[in-house]
């Protein structure tokens, strides 16, 4: 892993971005590494404009989290999602559920550093042809592929 600075704590405190998953003993590469990722995605989140989440994502008690959006806002805007038909991927994956799923809703909506939602923005449109020429442009055309699930 590259040597990677460690943001200071006046960085993280004012993007409201730690969590202690992110401290990992005897090892301050990685932990400079969740810290930096983390603050990245709480400034993304600044940058376009959408409101700040919260840890743990709902209950009675939560404190502000920088690299979360709102659960209710996320579930309406899908702003975590790059295309729509990676939105349509999302919306027929959790209308399906599978037996023994991993499959989290809520951290696939709100958590900015989930995999999941990366699985469906980069696999999500080889689900459906493109419909529009941005869509074309963006993605390479898929026609061979007759099933791509997703599994949970």
């Not at 943001?7 to 005897?26: H, K, L, N, Q, Y």
């Amino acid at each position: 892993m590259p040597n990677l600075r460690m943001p200071s704590t006046d960085e993280i405190s004012a993007a409201m971005c730690t969590t202690g998953v992110d401290f990992v003993p005897r090892d301050p590469e990685t932990t400079a590494f969740k810290l930096r990722a983390r603050l990245h995605q709480a400034r993304w989140r600044e940058s376009q404009g959408h409101p700040m989440g919260t840890h743990p994502i709902e209950g009675a008690t939560t404190r502000p989290l920088g690299s979360r959006l709102p659960l209710a806002y996320a579930k309406q805007t899908f702003a975590k999602f790059v295309d729509p038909r990676v939105v349509d991927a999302v919306r027929k994956r959790l209308a399906a559920p599978q037996p023994h799923e991993m499959l989290d809703a809520k951290r696939l909506y709100a958590d900015l550093l989930s995999s999941m939602p990366m699985c469906f923005n980069l696999f999500g449109t080889i689900t459906q042809p493109a419909r529009k020429p941005h869509e074309r442009a963006l993605s390479p055309s898929y026609q061979k592929i007759s099933y791509a699930p997703f599994a949970g």
